[in-house]
């Protein structure tokens, strides 16, 4: 299988666009109605549900950001009665206080559409067991995939995240075809397998679904290689709906955006103005079709690039690419923009492992950036002098691609904790 709703993911670009208009301007008047907080927001910013006719009003409506979310918790920007609501998820809370968002039935059937639309798009069907190691509960991870693949009339092996042992003898038992989780807890399967000698090429294993953190292609080319499957993206964000707002299909050149659904805008984040394709931008999200949580441009804080070019695989929905990471991510190291993302690149290029952490620090006034990063058993009977000569290597590949000087520590395998959902690449003393 290779579409879940083929005539929604090949529909023309027109037909995408009048989908958008109509269910944008209903969205808009159903918020404007039902939910004081937006309505609030809109007489403030001057616009009334009569002014948004089509999507290219959209520019119109003032933005939503994570405060708004904060101030309104934990149920006020619900657009629906509080009965139809049948689910809450909330946000791991990575960049402060959690935030609630409500599904009604309708909801979860969409959801349960978009990620069964992922599933197919990397090869799985009916007959497909799709291994779910994203953390079951609150987080949007693990029921997301499960419904996706219980909707599409696969098996789903909801193994829920932890416990990598186990996880490694139900890959190996149970024919998981499709492994789902973050791409770090997907390396540590892969390492841990590694040191168990387990022979990846003779596990069922085609594919792995990885997302919720930012990765590096050279991240994805190793965890090929070590699985033995293909690595696809998929991006997602509670806030909007969970896993599957955006998923990537054989070409592995971004994720098609389920334009259907969610109307996205890449925006200079300084000006709020678009960014051509190409450039990027920060990823503004609508939702349109949803009841509970219909959350209308809302700020990710999260950094891509858009591209409209034709995908060979048939599909018309806009592709974003990999997002460089979040704003909020974003390090700035004596004035230069630093994305933790880009250090994997020169580490994974360099031929180091994906267990790295970042330490940030200010000393007199200057800050200060640390790279550890752990060295392979082989490296560990190294003399120290070899040791220090490698050290020195990855900071000039560093200095360069970065424009800013850091100190890089080579550390005994295995002292960087591994994680089984997001990894912590940063840790910023200067915030203390
Ligand atoms: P939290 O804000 O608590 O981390 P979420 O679990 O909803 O909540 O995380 C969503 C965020 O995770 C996105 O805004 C984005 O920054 C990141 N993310 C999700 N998928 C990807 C991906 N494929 N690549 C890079 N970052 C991603
Ligand atoms: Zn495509």
Aim: glycine letters at 8%; hydrophobic letters at 35%; one cysteine or more.
């Amino acid at each position: 299988m290779k579409f879940w709703q083929e005539e929604i993911e090949t529909a023309s670009r027109e037909q995408i666009a009048q989908w958008q208009s109509e269910r944008l301007v209903n969205t808009v008047k159903r918020v404007y109605e039902k939910v004081p907080y937006y309505r609030q927001k809109m007489e403030e910013a001057g616009v009334t549900p009569d002014d948004i006719k089509s999507v290219d009003d959209i520019s119109k409506l003032p933005f939503t950001c994570k405060q708004d979310l904060r101030d309104t918790y934990p149920y006020g920007l619900f657009a629906c009665d509080m009965d139809e609501v049948v689910r809450v998820h909330a946000s791991s809370g990575t960049t402060g206080k959690q935030i609630v968002v409500g599904y009604t039935k309708n909801d979860l059937d969409i959801w349960d559409d978009i990620c069964a639309r992922q599933l197919a798009a990397v090869g799985a069907d009916k007959s497909s067991k799709i291994h779910v190691s994203y953390g079951y509960g609150l987080f949007t991870g693990g029921f997301g995939f499960h419904g996706g693949a219980t909707k599409m009339g696969a098996m789903a092996i909801p193994v829920s995240s932890g416990n990598t042992a186990r996880q490694i003898t139900i890959l190996q038992d149970f024919g998981s075809e499709v492994l789902c989780c973050t791409p770090s807890y997907a390396m540590y399967i892969a390492e841990t397998m590694e040191k168990m000698g387990v022979d990846t090429s003779k596990l069922p294993l085609k594919a792995g679904i990885f997302g919720a953190e930012p990765w590096t292609q050279e991240m994805r080319l190793q965890l090929e290689e070590k699985l033995g499957i293909k690595a696809y993206d998929v991006y997602g964000l509670t806030e909007i709906m969970g896993p599957g707002v955006a998923y990537e299909c054989s070409e592995q050149t971004g994720m098609h955006v389920n334009e259907d659904h969610f109307i996205i805008e890449a925006l200079d984040p300084d000006t709020g103005l678009p960014v051509p394709d190409g450039q990027p931008g920060e990823i503004v999200f609508s939702c349109i079709t949803k009841e509970a949580f219909p959350i209308l441009r809302y700020r990710t804080r999260d950094i891509a690039v858009l591209s409209h070019e034709k995908c060979s695989c048939g599909r018309t929905f806009v592709k974003m690419s990999k997002p460089m990471g979040r704003t909020d991510d974003m390090l700035i190291i004596r004035g230069v923009n630093v994305f933790p993302s880009q250090i994997e690149t020169v580490l994974l290029n360099m031929g180091y492992s994906p267990n790295y952490q970042i330490l940030v620090d200010r000393v007199n006034n200057l800050d200060t950036i640390q790279v550890q990063v752990e060295m392979s058993d082989k490296m560990f009977s190294d003399t120290v002098t070899e040791i220090s000569k490698a050290e020195h290597a990855i900071e000039e590949g560093l200095k360069s691609l970065l424009g800013v000087a850091a100190d890089v520590k080579l550390v005994a395998p295995n002292t960087i904790a591994r994680s089984e959902g997001k990894a912590k690449r940063v840790v910023d003393n200067r915030k203390k």
